[in-house]
Each structure stands twice: as C-alpha cells, then as structure tokens.
C-alpha cells in the first residue's frame, strides 16, 4: 500500500467512528465497492433530500472522498413545489454542515406543477442536477435509490401495465445520456439500514410529508406491501424477480444494440434516420426498446414517453399512410422508406439559482 493511501485511512479513522461499528463499516465497503469501478478518484455529484437514505449517501460520499481525494458537489434542489420546501432546503444544508460537508441549493424558477406532481418534480431535479454537471463537465451523478425504492418501482410499473423494460428499469448504473451516467450505490440496501446509518452519525433527518399522502401511488402501495408479506410475497422474492427481469433485459438489450446499428444512423446528436424494415423485421420488444431508446437520445431526456404513446405511435408507423407525429420532445417524420426523429425546437431554457 502506498504511504499516501496510509496517511488517508489514518486520517479517516480518526475524523469518523465508522471503523467502531462493524456494521456500518460494512454498509460502507459494500457502497465503496459499487462506485469505485467508474468514479475511482474523479469528480461526482450528490444528490440530497434530507432524507435518511440521501444523508446516508453524503456520508458514504464524504468518506470515500477522504480516501480518494475526490471533489464532491453536494446539491440540494428546492423545487417550490411545497411552501415548506425552501425552509426545508436550509435546514438540510445546516444539517450537511455542521458534519463538514458543504453543499449547494438549486432553486427552481420555472412553472411549479399542480398535477402528476412526482413525475413532474423528479423531471425538475434531474434537469437542474444535470445542467449543473453540464456547466462543471461532471460525469457521474450519485442517487440514494434503495432496495424499496427499487420494490416501488416495480409494482407501480406492474400496475401500469409496463413491459419487460419498465419492470427491470432501476439498475445499478445507468447512462443519463452521451456525458453523464446515474449510479445508485445504495440499491441493495434496505431503508431501514440507511435509516440506521444516518441516526447514528446525523442524528436527524428530514420527514417528507408527502410520503404519507394517500393521493399518491407510491403512498398506497407501500401500505399494500404490508398485505401481501403476510400472503407470503416477502423482500427477498420480489428482489429475486426483479433481478431476473433485469437479467432478461441485458439479453435483449445485445439485440436491440444489433437491430439499432443494422437499421438506424445516428446523423447528429439531434437527428436519427431509421430504415422502416426496423418496424417489420425485428420482434416488437426489440422494435419498442430501439425506438424508445431513439427518442430518449435525440430529445435529450433520460426517461422515455409512457410505453403506451410509443407503441400507438409504433403502430402508426408501420402504416405506410403515416406522415409527420410529436412525441416526447421529438418530431417524428415519414418519407418512402425511411423514418426521420429529430429534436423539436427548443423553448426557452428555464433558469435557476445557485444559492450558496
């Protein structure tokens, strides 16, 4: 081992009480080994709620930046969607601080939504997240999704009807786009652990009131969760599940990666020519996930439209009479053989502020 590398750990274990515990040493090794593979000793950003699990992931990320020598961008997004959440946004900040860690509060000036409130607040945070990594040429943004979250996710997918892509769509790392990739380091991790975690060495947390609101889908079925454990359907058998779909995912994906190098070119960043033998040669999942992974390109937007409006439109293609459509930030145009999806024209770019 390196004299430097000693001097760190030396450092580490006298500024945190982490070596003490053997558990939370352990949760640690676990994160440090998932991030280490693509982060090593580059910048990254955290993003922080105030919840348990993201004042979980700052801690981890402070540690590891003590061994690695990282710069570390801690951003807190105020989207103004509550009355309490600017308040809110300080106090996370003062929490941060009082431990070490600085951070930064991204304020949303735009139009605050007054329905679909979720999807629409997490599409604010990764767009001000991102433009932040874009400014700065940040290639790694840190999320503190966890093992529920990712129980979540399926059940609301498997409720909305989703295909093999939506039921296996929260993995480890993912590409946000051509400069940016999402790691969840704390996916195998239960909430209750990261709670753990957080109480030990922050002593506090945030509470999000809207994580008791029964208007919201995700609210009521962690309530149905608590039925169905009784039935039998515990933790470890739908992790299990998911994990095989993600599995089955990767397998298609190696087909789709093939059926979009033999029949889509790729003109500029905001352009895609697609030969229409695409529509009538593959399988429809293949058909599906290489053309959602065409409009989520060109627009630029990590999340493609509901699976629902991209097969309507799939199936209007395949019709010759199909002519000009919009979907998901794109235009999408019919011409003899060939199929063209560009980028619609941009509206003006909403600001934000950095408060520091």
Known sequence: MRRKNLIVRKKVKKKNNIFKNPKILSFYSNFESVIYKDIKDKSFVVAVSGGADSLCLAYFSKLYSYKNGNKIHTLIVDHKIRKESGKESLKVKKILKKKGISSTILKWKGKVPNSNIQKKARDMRYFLISDYCIRRKIKYILTAHHEDDQIENFFIRLIRGSGLTGLSSMSTKAQYNNNIKIIRPLLNFKKKDLTYVTLNYFKTYIKDPSNLDNKFLRVRIRKYR??????????????????????????????????????????????????????????????????????????????????????????????????????????????????TVFKETKLKKTSYQLAK
């Open 226 to 339: 608590k039925n169905l454990e009784k039935e039998g359907l515990d933790t470890r058998k739908i992790i299990k599940t998911v994990n095989n779909l993600i599995s089955a995912n990767q397998a298609l994906n190696y087909y789709k990666n093939k059926a979009l190098y033999k029949h889509a070119s790729f003109i500029s960043k905001n352009k895609c020519l697609i030969n229409r033998q695409l529509f009538s040669e593959e399988a429809g999942e293949i058909v599906f996930k290489s053309f959602s992974d065409i409009l989520s390109l060109i627009s630029g937007k990590y999340y493609p439209p509901r699976s629902k409006k991209v097969l309507n439109l799939i199936n209007s293609i395949k019709k010759r009479k199909f002519n000009k459509s919009t979907l998901g930030g794109c235009v999408i145009e019919g011409k003899e053989n060939f199929i």
